[in-house]
């Protein structure tokens, strides 16, 4: 099993920046992929950006150039440093970890954009 804890969330106003971490416990993979999804009132899940244990990345149009996803392995911990934010970047934010055919998640932090 695999325990993730997200932390980070908060209120912004537009424009504004936030920092999400999740730290990983448990059985980890060292080369598992672990990323980051939200999910916005009303709207289905949807992928934010996946870092593989090589540093690899992937994102979502919506946030490119203004999002970053970076890792430390020596410390199971992936971060989202999320800039430029806008008001439809409001959402629950999840950390997943990827690893041997099964995805964990995480509980999620919410991140709300408004003046």
């Known amino acids: 099993q695999v325990q993730l804890v997200e932390s980070g969330g908060g209120l912004v106003q537009p424009g504004g920046s936030l920092r999400l971490s999740c730290a990983a416990s448990?059985?980890?993979?060292?080369?598992?992929?672990m990323g980051w999804y939200r999910q916005a009132p009303g709207k289905q899940r949807e992928l934010v950006a996946t870092?593989?244990?090589?540093?690899?990345?992937n994102y979502a149009d919506s946030v490119k150039g203004r999002f970053t996803i970076s890792r430390d392995n020596a410390k199971n911990t992936v971060y989202l440093q999320m800039n430029s934010l806008k008001p439809e970047d409001t959402a629950v934010y999840y950390c997943?970890?990827?690893?041997?055919?099964?995805?964990?998640w995480g509980q999620g932090t919410q991140a709300t954009v408004s003046s």
């Open positions: 997943t970890a990827d690893q041997i055919g099964t995805r964990y």
């Open positions: 448990g059985n980890i993979f060292s080369g598992n992929v």
């Open positions: 870092i593989t244990s090589g540093g690899r990345t």
